[in-house]
């Protein structure tokens, strides 16, 4: 599977256009990822030119290597191919939902479970409180 991962508020927090701190077990969970031989990642960030160069060196330093940076293939010259990612699943602070504890990605996608990204438990667990939904009265309200 190929997996587009995002650089701020998902590996570091947003310190744009520094790099913020690293997020607990992002790099492990990665590594880990990538040491199983099952994917692909490719770094997918918004930066450009010398930030995005930080970037790189701030993932290599920590042993993270991605197979291709802002492009499908490490091989894809710029303009030369469309913009948009073939990737199987992004990993994105930006999600509808937000973004997952890394524990649960990297378990979601070891055990091959995409299905568990999609339970709202896992967006909104101890978040939200689910409260009981009154009866629906019928025909606006004159029958019940």
Request: charged share 30%; glycine share 8%; proline share 4%.
């Amino acid at each position: 599977m190929v997996i587009a991962v995002d650089f701020d508020g998902t590996i570091v927090t947003h310190k744009y256009p520094k790099i913020g701190e690293e997020i607990p077990f992002a790099i492990e969970s990665l590594k880990l990822i990538q040491k199983e031989g099952r994917h692909l990642l490719i770094l997918w960030t918004v930066r450009e030119g010398d930030l995005l160069d930080e970037a790189v060196a701030f993932c290599k330093e920590r042993g993270l290597n991605f197979y291709a940076v802002n492009k499908n293939d490490p091989e894809e010259v710029a303009g030369k191919a469309p913009r948009k990612l073939t990737a199987d699943l992004f990993i994105d602070d930006r999600n509808f939902g937000g973004l997952p504890d890394w524990g649960l990605i990297y378990n979601t996608l070891k055990n091959n479970d995409s299905r568990a990204c999609f339970s709202t438990d896992v967006f909104f667990k101890g978040a939200m409180v689910q409260e009981e939904q009154p009866k629906k009265s019928k025909f606006f309200g004159l029958i019940r």
